[in-house]
């Protein structure tokens, strides 16, 4: 990881490993409530199509997905690399929830409501290189607001999306296996 700090000084595994977790359940629910906005700002457009995809598919049939009891079991970094423009880390998640859809209705459709699925997830976050630093307290890059990019990203005030792109870790690629 030590290339990792050169260009990153404040890395930490722990730390970094806490914000995969967060993001990872973030994402998960919101496929549940198909408020995809609010993860925008932690994921790559492409991540963000992908699942809007799918919230868009589960909206025409008229169902939601459900991850009831959703855990993070493990986090590994499974590998780092440094290229001339991201600090790139690949990562193994173990989850664990209960996975079944249902109707609009509230209705049981299919899936387990009784056992929790385990599932591996592998994840790759990038970073860019030249990242501006990013203070504890956020503003809107649209008003100036403080902003709680945990909550959403989305400012209060004026509706500005806070894009981590620039600045922090951002979800490129998860694949289910």
């Not at 967060?22 to 932690?42: D, G, R, S």
């Not at 919230?55 to 997905?65: A, F, G, M, P, S």
């Not at 630093?133 to 809107?140: G, T």
Request: proline share 1%; aromatic share 10%.
């Amino acid at each position: 990881m030590n290339e990792i700090l050169k260009y990153d000084p404040e890395f930490t595994e722990s730390k970094f490993k806490t914000y995969v977790d967060n993001v990872f359940i973030q994402l998960h629910m919101a496929v549940v409530t198909k408020e995809l906005e609010n993860i925008k700002h932690f994921v790559s457009d492409e991540v963000y199509n992908e699942y809007k995809q799918i919230v868009d598919n589960l909206e025409k049939k008229h169902l939601i997905q459900m991850y009831d009891e959703i855990n993070v079991a493990q986090t590994d970094i499974l590998s780092y690399k440094v290229t001339n423009t991201n600090m790139i880390i690949e990562v193994n998640l173990i989850s664990r929830y209960l996975d079944y859809l249902m109707d609009e209705d509230g209705n049981y459709v299919s899936g387990n409501t009784n056992v929790r699925s385990e599932k591996n997830n592998h994840l790759t976050f990038t970073k860019k290189i030249n990242y501006k630093e990013s203070k504890a307290v956020r503003k809107c890059p649209g008003c100036g607001a403080s902003i709680d990019v945990n909550a959403g990203g989305k400012c209060a005030y004026c509706g500005t999306i806070y894009n981590l792109e620039d600045k922090d870790w951002v979800l490129t690629s998860i694949e289910t296996r």
